[in-house]
């Protein structure tokens, strides 16, 4: 999230698309309920489905799975005809004015640069004419046709309403109603605020569907400010912290890079991380990563981490493809390359794509370490559940430990949440029979590592050997000294840039910040984004302090906010180029005279003159990007992209099948149903129910009371086509696999007509497998397709193709 | 067999001259038939008492409690229709409606002012006894009707709610009406001198019988002499 | 916000109400305590609910009672019904509004009205099983409770539900037991959007009139508070969008009052059917003493022996 939960209570119109924070954030949905009853704030809700967040909301408008950029840019087409800009905010804090190198074009469907075999672009066109000052060129008055903003108003010119109704299947009537509520907010005093959550990201464009609405946003001057935002709900309780911390095989932490095979050393490594401004005066906050970068290896390696070795660069794993995400992990078990798996808090057999793949990479593996506080499927995937888990258990050699580890509730840490607060908690329980912490866990093993790799040596022993673990008890860190690492420490005696003789930190004692962060090797923070968390003051994490002056919503005392504690990102984008507030009524932070104040911990340096340094500074332009550059795979625009199984072609570019950029691995294309199959002809998407969270909460017996088995979800008019009755059961199949639910016939969900034909919706709700309290059931994993987002992998769990008819019952 | 008794007379009746005479009036089996369905009257009448009336809710203490009481009334309810059955397949036949019994309603007065000298002469059962008789079997029959409506326990998921309102006025008034027809019932027995001796013994004085049940006593006697072998062994083992 | 009630104190407290404070007690005459309480609501905002059953699982949870795991049906209704393990469940009715063309996904969570005039108690036979606090709270006292099932006929809502395991009568208690202690009830304490408040009646009527006022604006014409005047208003209350029509509302009565049939059985008919069989009997008793005895005379004895004296050889 750029803002925070309790600021959504400042919005007048929350739209909820890609997302149902209703069902799947009950709790954080509360702020929406406050902002409708204290100011009348308006809720739309665009979904396939008419869900509990649309049970609220003041419009609903239906569109089908994966078309949701098709809509957006709809929307910001609507905007720029209607002229519903916030002109002063675009053109100050957005690239709109910059010019486009002239061999950038779209066509057809595909950027400049499309190599089909690699399936990738060459991007070097994506970008700035650079002037011969070395910065960007600018064209304030926004005539030159080659700036951002007239790229923008053509690639979206197509997105006429009555393109969006038949790609959408959205009627027009109800798209103008919904553009036009969010055009309001282009108003200085309005504010919209964006909830979304997987409905985006798991599609093979998601990335692109959330940049939609950043553009949006940005158009509508809704970004930095109370009540704006792009705020992406996580969905698990600690997924924040996750990506955070760097828990994805091509970060680290801090949202730091690894380093890929090509970059030898650390100055090569430093070279394409320079971050220089593209314009005058800019902070380009990136300028600072190598303070970052080596606070972190000091974190990792203490005293071994020097100057001379490069502050042990070597010892950081180099890549040498893009990622090593879920997919490809399953892809090198299929094959025969990984045998290995330690599964930490991860039930992949039924949360990644196409299970049957899935159940064959777990069987070619020498052993699988779960580490869960459940019995996951996973760690059962070679036990015979009948037709819910049909495996031959002779036939799979895996070994399996089980290693039973705490939950949440009963183990000391911190989790961050969407609103990227890290709050601590505490024991609330005694772990049951033998199992322990993960940091446990985690320590006995890098233990018993380190003892073997001592005795024995072994290829490449140094990274283990030399792996700092100054913990009192070597065999269990405690969560307050990983909290004390990853806030960081002084080495020596930090001394204030400015003004050399003010000390900002003594030598060991924690750092106040990341402003202390030095690249010398004089400080170590475990995540430079995390420092401040647990500083001199104590444990900022455990503030409980519900004070809220004025009552912006901020409640700054109330846990720590990355970074910094600050409660809402680019928020001196909330005043205009002067430093005053947009709204006086939203007010947040305001220039006054001589340095940034207000309500929230600046954005930017504290005495930075509005009209010189720009709200962006995390940017090299400082300013925020309608056009990405080079820094998406799939293009510096969003562009429609059906879905790889779809039931329509693509209408603005009927050559282009899915996502151009989008990974495929070979085998799987053949594994997607064709486009308009008669096979499968119905349009499936799959989603959380609020009764149970994720697969977890099927253990417990009152969830599973609540909703105790296994649904597919339909209208009341395929139920007709089909002879299918409400509490009857179904068989579903995609061209991956085939599963049997009980069929909840509904009004809730409407059959759409995209291009004048109608499209039959199949909802698939996740949260049943084979172990737990809840009766035994399939996940939508057995049918989706194995190809992920173009730029982070993330499955496309939300759009695909499958074919549904009645059948007696399983065969018990 | 009942066919060669006379209309008025019931299986087992029949007539011992002597000083007095004695008349069989009641077999051994129609005795136990009537203290069964008595004693279940009684206690679905203590029972449902209990549950009618906040006041008479200590009766419940007779059967334990009123979880007892909730639970036993049923069973005893079907136990009395059971039992009334026996009784009703009995006695049907003699309860049938004959002319003189409009006669002995009409005279009322003569009934409760013991003129019996004054009343038309009547079979086994008079007037009187036949309606104790039907508007028990009519009650019974709705009494076990509505009650099996809210038999909460087994039964409630079959009925509406309404339609278990409706049977709970129902099931107490003709509650109500059954034990004012018990008391009726019970009142004539020992309103009239040697009548519980019937159900007690079996049977009634010769005097009796042609006081009050004289068409039954000559039918009776005027019986050809052949009696059945059953009815006498019981009779001599009931003695 | 509406003010949360505060966690407790770990300090152990007198109850704030109990015995003393009865209004009305099953099959029982209690002399009402010449003080009322406060009289305290739960408020079911049904426009701001989203269904998410956090209630129902709040009130398993406190209450410790374990529902069936049940199937799926073809609806989001579980467990299906209420029942002596489920207190309070969320109903949904997709509603097509004919005025504007829109669905509206109706979710009421269902459960006792604690109604000011409650039938259940009314129906009660079993003394002191069904209680009712001068703060208008009505409990069901399962150690008096016979299992009878009356109060489910007493009942305009159709709620208590009869255990097969104890025999006994449960349905919603208000959280009696942490309301006694200052707190609210358990579903109000886990409701996520403050679909459920709760405090004293006055203030729950006040906090609805600024709901109702918001839905109105909303285009909710005929936005108001169900607080039926059949059975003397109730202390859990809703707000509807549709206050004209609460049927729509997965069959919310229009206008609930104790049935007649009820009120018949447990009113007219109590007085008089212990009239007719008091009259039975005293009549049986006043003829006696007037007429005394039907007795057999020698006569009769007589006339039977000549009777069937031809018969004796």
């Not at chain 1, 970060?251 to 100055?267: A, M, Q, R």
């Not at chain 1, 203490?302 to 042990?312: D, L």
């Not at chain 3, 200052?182 to 709760?198: H, L, M, R, S």
């Not at chain 3, 059917?273 to 049986?284: D, R, Y």
């Amino acid at each position: 999230m750029t803002n925070s939960w309790t600021d959504i209570k400042n919005t007048d119109l929350v739209i909820i698309m890609g997302g149902n924070a209703a069902e799947a954030h009950p709790c954080g949905f509360k702020w929406v309920t406050e902002a409708k009853a204290n100011r009348g704030a308006k809720l739309i809700v665009v979904d396939p489905r008419f869900t509990r967040s649309a049970s609220v909301a003041d419009l609903y408008a239906p569109i089908r799975q994966g078309t949701d950029i098709a809509f957006l840019l709809g929307v910001i087409n609507h905007c720029i005809r209607n002229d519903k800009v916030q002109w002063d905010y675009v053109k100050a804090f957005t690239n709109a004015s910059y010019i486009v190198k002239d061999g950038f074009a779209y066509k057809d469907g595909l950027f400049t640069g499309y190599n089909e075999a690699k399936r990738d672009y060459d991007k070097s066109t994506w970008d700035y004419v650079i002037g011969p000052d070395g910065y960007a060129t600018v064209d304030d008055t926004l005539t030159n046709p080659r700036c951002v903003w007239n790229l923008l108003k053509e690639h979206v010119a197509v997105y006429t309403p009555e393109m969006v109704e038949r790609i959408c299947g959205t009627p027009k009537d109800k798209f103008l109603k919904v553009a036009e509520m969010i055009a309001e907010c282009s108003s200085p005093t309005k504010a919209m605020t964006s909830m979304y959550a997987l409905g985006w990201t798991q599609h093979s464009k998601g990335s692109q569907n959330i940049r939609a609405m950043a553009m949006l946003q940005l158009i509508l001057g809704n970004i930095g400010i109370r009540g704006g935002g792009m705020n992406a709900l996580r969905g698990h309780s600690n997924i924040q912290g996750l990506t955070d911390v760097g828990l994805m095989s091509n970060l680290l932490p801090g949202y730091l890079t690894l380093p890929n095979e090509k970059e030898i050393d650390l100055e090569t490594y430093m070279s394409t991380r320079g971050f220089k401004p593209l314009r005058p005066n800019q902070m380009s906050y990136w300028q600072n990563y190598r303070k970052f970068f080596v606070s972190f290896q000091k974190a990792m390696w203490g005293a071994a981490a020097t100057p001379e070795n490069q502050f042990a660069y070597d010892w950081l794993p180099k890549l040498d493809v893009p990622g090593y995400d879920i997919l490809r992990a399953l892809e090198l078990m299929t094959q025969g390359k990984m045998t290995g798996y330690l599964c930490q808090g991860f039930n992949p057999l039924l949360a990644a794509p196409n299970r049957k793949k899935v159940t064959d990479a777990l069987s070619k593996l020498k052993y699988l370490v779960t580490m869960d506080p459940l019995d996951t499927e996973t760690a059962r995937f070679w036990e015979n559940h009948g037709e819910f888990n049909d495996v031959d258990p002779s036939q799979i050699q895996t070994e399996v430990i089980q290693l039973p580890s705490t939950c949440f509730a009963e183990d000391e840490g911190s989790l961050t949440n969407s609103s990227r607060w890290l709050q601590w908690h505490w024991p609330g329980g005694t772990p049951p029979g033998e199992a322990r912490t993960d940091n446990w866990i985690m320590a006995q093993i890098h233990v018993r590592l380190k003892e073997l790799y001592r005795k024995e040596g072994g290829a490449f022993p140094d990274p283990i050997i030399n792996l700092d673990w100054a913990y009192a008890d070597a065999g269990e860190p405690t969560a307050e000294e990983l909290a004390k690492e990853i806030n960081g420490k002084a080495l020596a005696t930090v001394y204030d840039a400015a003004d050399p003789t003010k000390v900002l930190a003594e030598a060991g004692k924690l750092l106040p910040g990341f402003a202390a962060l030095r690249d010398d090797g004089s400080t170590s923070s475990g995540c430079w984004i995390y420092s401040g968390c647990f500083n001199e003051n104590g444990n900022n994490m455990a503030r409980r302090d519900t004070s809220d002056p004025d009552e912006t919503g901020a409640y700054a005392k109330w846990a720590f906010s990355w970074p910094v504690n600050r409660r809402i990102l680019y928020n001196r984008a909330s005043a205009d180029v002067n430093g005053k507030a947009w709204d006086p009524s939203r007010k947040l932070i305001e220039w006054d005279g001589a340095k940034w104040a207000g309500y929230d911990v600046p954005d930017i340096a504290p005495t930075a003159k509005p009209t010189d340094v720009g709200p962006f500074i995390m940017n090299p332009e400082g300013v925020s990007r309608l056009f990405t550059r080079g820094l998406m795979r799939d293009g510096p625009f969003p562009a429609h992209y059906e879905p790889f199984e779809s039931p329509l072609d693509n209408l603005v570019a009927p050559k282009v099948r899915g996502n151009p950029a989008a990974r495929v691995f070979k085998g799987d294309f053949e594994q997607f149903a064709e486009t308009a199959s008669k096979e499968f002809p119905y349009a499936a998407t799959s989603y959380r129910l609020t009764e149970h969270f994720h697969y977890w909460t099927k253990h417990c017996r009152t969830n599973a009371v609540l909703q105790p088995e296994f649904f597919v979800e339909i209208s009341e008019e395929l139920a007709a086509e089909k002879g299918i009755t409400k509490g009857g059961w179904v068989r579903v199949w995609s061209k991956r696999g085939s599963i049997q639910a009980k069929a909840v016939v509904t009004k809730r969900i409407k059959p759409l007509i995209c291009d004048g034909k109608p499209v039959h919706v199949v909802g698939i709700p996740l949260h049943w497998g084979f172990t737990g309290a809840a009766r035994k059931g399939f996940g939508p994993n057995s049918l989706t397709p194995f190809v992920g987002d173009a730029n982070i992998e993330t499955p496309e769990y939300k759009a695909f193709l499958v074919n549904i008819e009645p059948i007696a019952g399983p065969v018990a | 067999m009942s066919t060669d008794s006379g209309y008025d007379v019931g299986k087992g009746d029949s007539v011992h001259p002597g000083k007095p005479v004695t008349v069989d009036r009641y077999t051994g089996g129609a005795r136990i038939n009537h203290w069964i369905t008595a004693t279940s009257l009684v206690l679905l009448a203590l029972s449902g008492l209990s549950l009618f009336h906040p006041r008479l809710f200590f009766l419940s203490a007779l059967f334990g409690g009123g979880q007892w009481v909730r639970t036993i009334h049923p069973w005893i309810g079907v136990v009395l229709f059971f039992s009334f059955l026996g009784l009703f397949l009995r006695f049907w036949k003699l309860n049938l409606w004959k002319r003189e019994d409009g006669t002995w309603l009409a005279r009322v007065r003569d009934v409760l002012a013991a003129h019996d000298e004054r009343l038309p002469e009547v079979g086994k059962y008079n007037a009187g006894q036949k309606l104790v008789f039907w508007s028990m079997s009519t009650l019974i029959i709705v009494l076990i009707g509505s009650g099996i409506v809210i038999w909460n326990q087994y039964f409630a998921a079959y009925t509406t709610i309404e339609q278990q309102r409706w049977a709970l006025l129902v099931h107490s008034i003709a509650a109500i009406l059954a034990i004012s027809v018990w008391i009726t019932h019970v009142y004539a027995a020992i309103w009239v001198k040697g009548t519980i001796r019937a159900m007690v013994r079996g049977s009634v004085t010769g005097g009796w019988a042609w006081r009050y049940h004289r068409k039954w006593l000559r039918e009776l006697v005027a019986r050809p002499p052949t009696k059945e072998p059953t009815a006498d062994r019981k009779r001599t083992a009931a003695e | 916000m509406f003010p949360p009630v505060l966690n407790p104190t770990t300090v152990p407290q007198e109850p704030k109400f109990g015995e003393r404070d009865l209004m009305r007690r099953s099959a029982s005459t209690v002399t009402p305590p010449a003080q009322r309480q406060t009289e305290v609501a739960k408020l079911i905002d049904v426009s701001k609910c989203i269904g998410c059953k956090a209630c129902q699982s709040a009130c398993i949870e406190w209450n410790d009672t374990h529902p069936q795991l049940e199937s799926n049906t073809g609806i989001y209704e579980n467990p299906h019904d209420l029942t002596p393990d489920m207190f309070t469940l969320m109903r949904f009715t997709e509603w097509e509004n004919p005025d504007t063309n829109n669905l509206e996904w109706l979710i009421r969570k269902d459960g006792c009205m604690h109604c000011e005039d409650p039938g259940c108690l009314k129906a009660c036979p079993a003394p002191g099983a069904i209680v009712q606090y001068s703060n208008g709270i009505v409990d069901f006292v399962h150690e008096n409770c016979i299992g009878c099932g009356y109060c489910v006929k007493g009942c305009p809502f159709n709620i208590p539900r009869i255990s097969e395991v104890d025999h006994t009568a449960y349905k919603c208690t208000l959280c009696s037991d942490r309301i006694a202690v200052g707190q609210g009830p358990a579903c109000a304490k886990a409701c996520p959007t403050q679909a459920i408040v709760f405090g004293t009646k006055e203030e729950m009527k006040k906090h609805a009139e600024g709901r109702v006022a918001d839905l109105k604006s909303r285009g909710f014409d005929s936005a108001g508070l169900y607080d039926p005047p059949g059975v003397g208003g109730t202390h859990v209350m809703y707000v509807l969008h549709h206050a004209d029509k609460p049927e729509i509302y997965a069959g919310l009565p229009n206008n609930p009052a104790i049935s007649p049939i009820v009120e018949a059985w447990k009113g007219v008919t109590k007085y008089a059917g212990l009239a007719v069989m008091g009259v039975a009997a005293v009549t049986g008793f006043l003829h006696y003493m007037v007429n005394g005895p039907n007795r057999v005379s020698e006569e009769d004895e007589e006339a039977a022996q000549r009777l069937t004296g031809d018969r004796s050889s």
